[in-house]
């Protein structure tokens, strides 16, 4: 309900005394060359102009503000009196999405909404997204479901969408945006180039996930061209109600497929399941895991190679900080992580990547600057979103793709 949201944004950008702490570890406000209103405080005083204009006070374009937002959470652990300028743009979003600031909707968030709706893939290529399993077989006897929710196969994909928007320039791209929107299907037509490059790293890195699982004897179903997206677009962009539907159809297809234990891949889809899903689906009753938690540690082996590593939001910013990666890597390596860590870890910049690609490129080469001030010979990542906007050189590896690495022959 709309009116819900209001309330919800209103008791959480009320508690704001404007001090700015928050724009000091706000990604996005640097990024933007300091307009405040792609920062955390400019997003809270944002959030109160657009309550006062649903209150009729005059007319207001916010969207921006709220769709640059990363979703980090960074600025909730700064914040004096805890408001959370992230939530306050997921609110937002919310209000936009359903039409409750009219003028303000995305075109490009309502297409990725709407074909996810339509094809369970916010690109409509769910098919093409198991081939990293071929040659390999799932146990479907066992009760565990590998879940990769497409999110490394779709990697592959950003660069070229970005491109072709970028040659259709602004006007045509919101028109394309638009039509999609109505007519999903047209997604198909769309001449969306695959980075083959991109493609055959994150194949490579599922399949080092399977086999770290397989050599600390964990069975597992896969639902190969069946996998749906767990709906992170869908959320993230604030289309709440196409969220809950869409939410219960990927619960029951997890379900139907025998499944009692969920082993995600991505931190993405850890939190989105984990934390959101039992909010919306009633009931929703499934184990949800990290492969991480399942690898038998002492298949690797110890060393001493300096490393660091990138703790991606969705682990490190949420109420419960999920250090398994860390503690995983630590006793294979030795860590040194970079100033902004731990609770005050940065942002690749990776949402934003989509529908403001300038800032994610700003924000992920910042962020890679201080990873390589570390001075450890390896950055490790353990998202493919962070890798893909993190990889700026040969030193940049996944978590799934070092861990194989070390395993004992
Ligand atoms: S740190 Fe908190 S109180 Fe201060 S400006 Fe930011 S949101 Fe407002
Ligand atoms: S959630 Fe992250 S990007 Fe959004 S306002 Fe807070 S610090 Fe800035």
């Known amino acids: 309900?709309?009116?819900?949201?209001?309330?919800?944004?209103?008791?959480?950008?009320?508690?704001?005394?404007?001090?700015?702490?928050?724009?000091?570890?706000?990604?996005?406000?640097?990024?933007?060359?300091?307009?405040?209103?792609?920062?955390?405080?400019?997003?809270?005083?944002?959030?109160?102009?657009?309550?006062?204009?649903?209150?009729?006070?005059?007319?207001?374009?916010?969207?921006?503000?709220?769709?640059?937002?990363?979703?980090?959470?960074?600025?909730?652990?700064?914040?004096?009196?805890?408001?959370?300028?992230?939530?306050?743009?997921?609110?937002?979003?919310?209000?936009?999405?359903?039409?409750?600031?009219?003028?303000?909707?995305n075109p490009l968030a309502r297409m990725i909404a709407m074909v996810t709706m339509h094809y369970m893939n916010p690109l409509g290529i769910g098919e093409k997204c198991a081939g990293w399993f071929t040659g390999m077989k799932a146990d479907p006897d066992s009760t565990d479901l590998l879940y990769t929710g497409n999110m490394y196969q779709l990697m592959a994909y950003t660069d070229g969408m970005n491109r072709m928007r970028e040659r259709m320039g602004k006007g045509m791209s919101k028109m394309m945006s638009s039509l999609i929107a109505r007519f999903p299907g047209l997604i198909r037509l769309a001449p969306m180039k695959k980075d083959e490059a991109t493609a055959l790293k994150m194949d490579s890195t599922l399949s080092n996930i399977a086999l770290l699982l397989r050599k600390s004897g964990i069975s597992f179903n896969y639902l190969a061209e069946d996998e749906p997206y767990p709906g992170t677009f869908i959320y993230d962009l604030g289309y709440l109600d196409l969220f809950e539907q869409y939410a219960r159809k990927v619960a029951k297809i997890l379900r139907d497929s025998g499944a009692r234990?969920?082993?995600?891949?991505?931190?993405?889809?850890?939190?989105?399941?984990?934390?959101?899903?039992?909010?919306?689906?009633?009931g929703f009753d499934l184990e949800v895991v990290h492969y991480l938690d399942l690898i038998d540690g002492s298949s690797f082996s110890s060393g001493s190679e300096s490393i660091t590593y990138h703790e991606?939001?969705?682990?490190?910013?949420?109420?419960?900080?999920?250090?398994?990666?860390?503690?995983?890597?630590?006793?294979?390596?030795?860590?040194?992580l970079p100033p902004r860590s731990g609770r005050r870890t940065k942002c690749c910049g990776g949402p934003d990547e989509l529908i403001f690609p300038e800032l994610t490129h700003r924000v992920s080469q910042n962020r890679y600057d201080e990873l390589r001030d570390t001075g450890a010979g390896k950055i490790v990542t353990a998202c493919p979103i962070c890798f893909s906007n993190l990889n700026k050189g040969p030193e940049v590896v996944e978590i799934g793709d070092y861990l194989a690495s070390r395993l004992k022959n």
């Open 261 to 282: 234990r969920i082993i995600t891949v991505d931190p993405h889809t850890y939190d989105l399941l984990k934390n959101t899903y039992p909010k919306y689906v009633e």
């Open 312 to 336: 991606p939001c969705h682990f490190s910013l949420r109420q419960d900080a999920y250090n398994r990666p860390l503690e995983t890597l630590r006793s294979v390596a030795s860590v040194s």
């Open 1 to 105: 309900m709309i009116s819900d949201l209001f309330e919800e944004l209103e008791s959480e950008v009320e508690k704001c005394i404007s001090c700015g702490f928050c724009e000091s570890v706000c990604p996005t406000l640097p990024a933007a060359g300091y307009d405040l209103w792609k920062g955390a405080r400019g997003r809270v005083i944002m959030g109160k102009e657009l309550l006062s204009a649903a209150k009729g006070n005059g007319t207001l374009n916010v969207s921006d503000s709220f769709y640059s937002c990363l979703d980090c959470h960074a600025c909730l652990y700064v914040c004096p009196a805890g408001v959370n300028a992230g939530k306050v743009s997921h609110i937002s979003k919310s209000i936009i999405a359903g039409d409750g600031i009219p003028g303000n909707q």
